[in-house]
């Protein structure tokens, strides 16, 4: 962790794009702290990612000095922001699970995996934008999870490339890592299985977004349109692929400068309405250990 360097905004707006996008409506100082956030787990991500080695004992051996040094770059920034230590280890093990060749079973599965790798970084994330209130945790999850499913959604072929497969086995039986990778011609057959079960995945992100958009009323006035904004071009992601049909892409879906200012004027159009929409948080998974520090 020693090459740790805390970029602030400067990593949201290199690698972090939709989110660096809708940042423009937040605070100049949350901006800074979700920037730095973003640089934390960036570098975590790029280490397990990047590298074609196996680094689960890194990481866990990361876990245990997070754990014993106290003034460490990244245990400063928790102990700063009221993050509990637990929530970011929960962070780390989700990369682990990223070392091996990834094959997940069922959906249940996969929202535990998203869970991990993302919806932890919106339980920072609440903390970070000043969150008080205990029940806009399970929100705040539950929209870290949306948008990692969009992210699953968008790079089937890309995470196949890397032995890693994110579409549930009980949605696509018979459909191997050499079909989603490309060395295998697809046929009408496969490429429909396939289609569907992300379809189902869109579907699924869909729940995920409305209990994240229930959790708007907990935060605060002044950073609310922003996290708004910033789900729905997330969002808007998963309503492109959709509209592409049946088609297994290939190629990652963009949204578009003109594409992200129609969803970015729609946003502030309805969040005027957010208090009459009164959007409920329903029960569409198990609790998680570390859901309410």
Request: charged content about 25%; proline content about 2%; some cysteine.
């Amino acid at each position: 962790m020693k090459n740790l360097e805390l970029n602030s905004v400067k990593d949201l707006k290199k690698e972090g794009k939709s989110f660096y996008w809708a940042s423009f409506f937040l605070p100049r100082y949350i901006r800074t702290k979700a920037g730095k956030l973003y640089s934390i787990c960036r570098y975590f991500d790029d280490l397990a990612d990047k590298d074609k080695e196996d680094k689960s004992l890194f990481l866990k051996e990361t876990i245990e000095k997070i754990k014993n040094d106290r003034e460490s770059t990244v245990n400063n920034y928790l102990q700063e922001n009221n993050i509990n230590i637990s929530i970011f280890i929960d962070f780390i093990e989700g990369l682990i699970k990223d070392q091996k060749n990834v094959k997940i079973q069922n959906k249940k599965e996969l929202i535990i995996y998203s869970y991990n790798v993302a919806g932890t970084v919106g339980l920072m994330m609440s903390k970070i934008i000043g969150v008080v209130n205990i029940k806009a945790n399970s929100a705040a999850i539950d929209l870290g999870i949306a948008m990692q499913l969009t992210n699953i959604i968008r790079d089937v072929y890309e995470d196949a490339q890397m032995n890693r497969i994110y579409l549930p086995a009980d949605l696509i039986p018979d459909i191997t890592l050499s079909m989603l990778n490309g060395e295998q011609i697809l046929g009408s057959k496969q490429e429909y299985i396939i289609s569907n079960a992300i379809q189902q995945l869109i579907d699924l992100s869909e729940k995920f977004y409305l209990n994240g958009f229930s959790g708007l009323k907990y935060i605060p006035y002044r950073t609310r349109l922003g996290i708004y904004i910033a789900a729905n071009v997330y969002r808007g992601i998963s309503i492109k692929i959709r509209s592409k049909g049946k088609r297994y892409l290939k190629k990652r879906v963009y949204l578009s400068f003109i594409e992200k200012t129609i969803i970015t004027i729609k946003s502030i159009s309805i969040f005027i309405f957010i208090p009459i929409i009164n959007y409920k948080y329903k029960n569409i998974r198990d609790k998680f250990q570390n859901e309410n520090l």
